[in-house]
């Protein structure tokens, strides 16, 4: 009984708390930036491709949704040949993205996916493809990695010294 | 057997072998990476170290490198100490202090020995806060890549290359921490064995450059047990596929054939698979069609009326070989070896089937401790077999060294006191070969005159085999001298082949075993022509000359050829005569001349796309498996065939449906195959009810790959004809030694995880290695010396003996067709030596005009100090094919 009378007792007091219903689609709900949403393919703050086909976020993919094709460029740089997400298989885990060594692939507030047909929920390198950084403004994996690049010689990454000269046996 | 005590358990070893060996052998972890099964220790890396207690009362201990420490009777070692694993982890940071952040564009990544002994030591964050060495790659070839900053100085990459295979090319410059390992200036990296550094570096230093054009992670390959089908050895590989295409090779370990080395012909050829000139769909005269009109059109040509005839192939299975014998009736299948190949394989056979003479694997050449090789250049026609005998002749050096009480492992030591010295090894020849640089003694001749040695050899060894007449003062030293070191070594053992063309060279080093077996039976090696010669052989089929016979009688409506081009078994003219006369069915993996010229051609698989057995030059009967679906129209050769049969309304075939069911029926037919179906997986195999998986556990992108055609993921193949699946799903662990689909092991990712597989490091797999010998020696077979010894070559006025000289890149069908490969075969050429040149006044680079065979060349002429006088050598397969030599030819300077 005395239960009974708390319980509406409290759906009373509820007449008078602010409505927590928000009127989407007209109203956005605010998403925090780590919400995991829609996946993008980003790219570094030198404008080029951040993935480097290591097929890391395909090994991590619970549902085994994420292919692709890793190739060499000319300038030396590795970057998908091919990529491709299906979406209809996609739970939004986020292990993609925790598996990517370069911040390439990464998970986004938007979570507006529906579709009438499952195959456009497959999406390849050009729908998943942005040009910015996304949330790692950054990072240039290229500037690390020990792999030279046009414009980028050996001894040239962060942290690194001058070639040896193999000639000389001084220390 | 000694018993030693690892953190207080007891383990029973055995004392010749080092702690390391038998720590892993005993399935305990412990990390390493300069130690190597094969190449035993130097103690260059100090990752294996260890706590060793003088007794149980000893609480101190000391830190020792187990791979240098014998494992002693009472020894007392602990991995776990706490020192011990601090120093392992201490090493580990100081060789990635300066390890580049490569890992997700490395091609090691993902089954990188450092990557897996860096988690296994617990080390994670780099401490040193200053700059990284960095060096400049080297560009190697075709074969190999090179990214020097990922090395982490363990001489593993020299010790293969120059101490084991004996290579020149590699080696480490400069001095501290600035060791490179490379070569004195970007180049091809020369070895015929370059491709094995892939797999004997722990890093990525070096890695497979075909793979890196399609580059897959290991994970996500799928792999199946393959055999090598690009020479007579049979070596073990595992192939792998991705999306649809064949993206490498790797070495699949057997103790008794490969070991733990492939050559690079075997690693890198297998890109035909993937070639533009693949056959994906049936052709009519060359124009493309469809299966049911194709096959419509061929049953009108094989119905029951016309008089059919199959030409099989010693570069297909078994199986594919003996559908088409069983089609049309043994009276009408020909072997699909020319008529010099054939009477060759048929000696060969003939002598090993013979008492007192036993062939022996490629492990057992590896331990002989004299070598004899008659007429074969073993490094270009059965390359893995020169990488045996390079090892055959440091034995006796080694077992020399090893009375000095240094244990066999402890590779410095041992080399140290060997220094340059070298066992028996003797080489007579027609031209020069590469195993010249370590022979004791190598002599030239045409193959007459080599045979005449072998001849004068067995002679020497025995005085009941008939006397050589008119032999020369220096050939009888020499076989005095060869005969000697043959009948003082423990192991002796006779190499030779179908290389030289000659029959009697064949004879000559069958009479040599003999001469040596008497005592107890002498091991006599031979290498056949291609992958599945000694099958065919084993047949006893009628050879192609005998099929073209029949044709040009007229007594044949129709041709079924198996996986056989033609132009490459008999001259031009005489396969376009019968193409002309005689219908042709040609079932074949790519496209060539006689696919071209055939009536109706049929896309077979190649080795990757369909299972079957292969006998290699042991007489290995060895199965290997289908490691993807092929796309299009592509068909394994026996189902083409059953469905021919079915097309045409015939019933041959009809109570056959598998390959099982082949080997069976061929086993039930051909006696010496009988112990085939017991011994070799059949498709109903199964452990504990499932199927072993081709795909790993890890394999990716499952519901993506097709995802562009459609979402609706369609149901993996099945495959009904093998104990194998084509998906992850099946047995988790590891598989039965025939079945192994890849070297895994948990915490063990690279190729390293063998040891997980071996009986004992270094020794047999786990429940023995797989392959079945047909060739054992027969106790009252034929063994009676040859009375035939040739006379002695003499040479004419303006003619020349035409020999064939073979490359390990070009010689070979397929392999040639990979990309990869025929950036290494050299351009077309005659060889001569200098004396003749100057004779014929020809220079390097000039053309000379031969004529033989009803054909005329024009090739560069090429000299060479090492060729015999007397004789012209052409390179087979790329500069002349289908061609009968030893043959006379007039040589002219155009
Ligand atoms: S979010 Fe999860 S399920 Fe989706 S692609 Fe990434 S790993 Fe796969
Ligand atoms: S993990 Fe990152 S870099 Fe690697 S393939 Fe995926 S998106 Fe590309
Ligand atoms: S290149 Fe590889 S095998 Fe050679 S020393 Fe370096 S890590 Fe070892
Ligand atoms: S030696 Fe022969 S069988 Fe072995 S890998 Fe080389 S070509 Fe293949
Ligand atoms: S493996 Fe023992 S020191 Fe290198």
């Known amino acids: ?171 | 057997m000694a018993t030693i005590y690892v953190d207080d358990r007891p383990y029973e070893v055995d004392p010749g072998k080092n702690l390391l060996e038998e720590c892993l052998s005993r399935g305990l972890d412990l990390p390493y990476f300069c130690w190597h099964p094969a190449l035993g220790s130097v103690g260059a890396c100090r990752q294996c170290a260890v706590k060793q207690y003088r007794d149980e009362n000893d609480q101190r201990g000391r830190i020792v490198m187990a791979c240098m420490t014998p494992a002693m009777d009472g020894a007392r070692i602990s991995i776990r100490d706490k020192d011990a694993a601090q120093f392992r982890a201490g090493i580990i940071e100081l060789l990635m202090s300066n390890h580049p952040h490569d890992c997700p564009v490395c091609d090691e990544g993902g089954e990188c020995h450092l990557q897996d002994m860096t988690v296994m030591t617990g080390h994670n964050y780099r401490g040193y806060r200053f700059g990284k060495r960095t060096f400049r790659n080297q560009e190697l070839g075709p074969f190999i890549n090179h990214e020097m900053n990922r090395c982490i100085t363990c001489y593993r990459c020299v010790r293969f290359y120059r101490d084991y295979a004996d290579g020149k090319d590699l080696d480490a410059f400069a001095s501290h921490n600035h060791v490179y390992f490379g070569r004195h200036e970007d180049g091809v990296l020369e070895n015929e064995f370059s491709g094995n550094l892939v797999e004997v570096c722990p890093t990525g230093v070096f890695t497979d450059k075909t793979l890196k054009g399609h580059y897959t992670r290991k994970w996500d390959l799928q792999t199946a047990p393959s055999v090598c089908a690009h020479c007579s050895l049979g070596c073990n590989t595992i192939a792998g596929e991705r999306y649809g295409q064949l993206r490498r090779i790797l070495n699949r370990y057997n103790a008794e054939v490969n070991g733990y080395f492939l050559c690079d012909r075997g690693r890198f050829g297998y890109d035909f698979v993937n070639g533009d000139r693949r056959l994906r769909q049936p052709l009519l005269r060359g124009q493309p069609t469809g299966a049911p009109e194709a096959l419509r059109r061929a049953a009108a040509l094989l119905g029951r009326q016309s008089r059919i005839i199959g030409i099989g192939s010693p570069r297909a299975s078994l199986e594919a070989n003996f559908a088409l014998r069983t089609l049309v009736g043994p009276r009408n299948f020909f072997s699909g070896m020319a008529a010099g190949e054939d009477h060759l394989v048929a000696r060969m056979l003939r002598a090993l089937r013979g008492a007192r003479v036993r062939t022996p694997s490629l492990h057992e050449v590896e331990s002989a401790d004299a070598v004899f090789i008659l007429g074969e250049d073993v490094t270009q026609t059965a390359p893995r077999l020169a990488l045996a005998v390079r090892q055959a002749v440091k034995q006796a050096p080694r077992t020399e060294a090893m009375r000095l009480r240094i244990p066999r492992w402890d590779d410095a030591a041992l080399r140290e006191v060997m220094q340059q010295q070298k066992g028996p090894l003797y080489i007579a020849t027609s031209g020069a070969t590469k195993l010249d640089e370590v022979a004791t003694a190598s002599c030239r001749g045409a193959p007459d005159d080599v045979a005449r040695l072998g001849f004068a050899v067995a002679r020497a060894l025995d005085d009941s085999a008939p006397e050589v007449a008119g032999l020369a003062d220096g050939d009888r030293a020499l076989a005095e001298a060869i005969a000697g070191a043959l009948r003082a070594a423990e192991r002796p053992v006779v190499i030779s082949g179908s290389g030289s063309g000659g029959e009697a060279v064949i004879d000559a080093a069958a009479q040599v075993a003999r001469a040596l077996g008497r005592e107890r039976t002498a091991d006599l090696c031979f290498t056949a022509p291609e992958c599945n010669s000694f099958g065919l052989g084993l047949l006893d089929a009628m050879n192609t000359s005998e099929a073209f016979q029949r044709v040009a009688d007229g007594l044949v409506d129709a041709v079924v050829v198996l996986e056989n081009d033609l132009y490459r078994r008999a001259p031009g003219a005489v396969v376009d005569a019968m193409l002309e006369s005689a219908q042709v069915i040609a079932i074949d993996h790519s496209a060539h001349k006689t696919v071209e010229g055939a009536a109706v051609a049929l896309p077979a698989g190649s080795f990757a796309e369909t299972e079957g057995t292969l006998v290699s030059n042991e007489g290995r009967a060895q199965r290997f498996f289908q490691v993807f679906v092929p796309e299009g129209e592509v068909k394994p050769g026996w189902s083409w065939l059953m469905e021919l049969a079915q097309a045409a309304g015939r019933n041959e075939l009809a109570t056959l449906a598998s390959p099982d069911d082949l080997l069976a029926a061929l086993a039930r037919a051909v006696p010496v195959f009988a112990p085939l179906p017991e011994h070799l997986p059949t498709a109903a195999f199964r452990v504990n009810g499932e199927k072993v998986p081709r795909q790993s556990p890890r394999a990716s992108g499952r519901t993506a790959v097709q995802a562009d055609v459609t979402v609706h993921e369609p149901k993996p193949p099945a495959d009904p004809d093998s104990p194998l699946a084509f998906s992850m799903e099946g047995y988790p662990q590891q598989p039965p030694s025939a079945l192994i689909t890849r070297f895994w092991a948990p915490g063990w990712n690279s190729v390293q995880s063998l040891n997980k597989f071996q009986s004992e490091v270094g020794g047999a797999l786990t429940g023995g290695d797989p392959g079945v010998r047909l060739l054992e020696p027969g106790a009252n077979g034929y063994a009676a010396y040859s009375e035939e010894i040739p006379v002695p070559f003499e040479r004419r006025d303006g003619e020349f003996l035409v020999v064939p000289l073979y490359h390990i890149y070009g010689s070979e069908e397929s392999s040639a067709a990979a990309p990869a490969v025929a950036e290494r075969c050299p351009e077309p050429y005659a060889a001569l030596n200098l004396e003749d040149a100057r004779t014929l006044e020809v220079e390097e680079g000039a053309l000379v005009e031969i004529e033989f065979d009803r054909a005329l060349y024009r090739l560069p002429a090429r000299l060479s100090a090492g060729m015999a006088s007397g004789v012209i050598g052409v390179p087979m397969g790329i500069a002349v094919q289908g061609v009968d030599v030893p043959a006379w030819s007039p040589c002219r300077k155009v």
């Open chain 1, 1 to 171: 009984m005395l239960s009974m009378l708390r319980t509406i007792w409290t759906v009373f007091l509820h007449l008078f708390r602010r409505p927590v219903t928000v009127q989407y689609p007209e109203e956005k709900p605010y998403l925090p930036p780590r919400y995991r949403g829609r996946i993008i393919l980003s790219r570094d703050p030198d404008g080029d491709e951040r993935c480097v086909g290591c097929y890391l976020c395909s090994a991590a993919c619970p549902v085994d949704c994420i292919a692709l094709q890793a190739g060499e460029r000319e300038d030396g740089r590795r970057y998908p040949e091919w990529f491709r997400i299906n979406f209809s298989r996609c739970i939004f885990c986020g292990l993609c993205e925790e598996a990517c060594p370069t911040y390439a692939i990464q998970l986004t507030p938007d979570f507006e996916l529906c579709d009438f047909d499952r195959q456009s929920l497959v999406y390849e390198k050009k729908d998943l493809l942005i040009d910015g950084t996304g949330k790692y403004p950054g990072y240039n994996f290229y500037r690390v990695a020990g792999l030279a690049i046009s414009g980028k010689d050996k001894g040239a990454s962060e942290n690194e010294d001058k070639p040896v000269d193999v000639k000389s046996l001084l220390p």
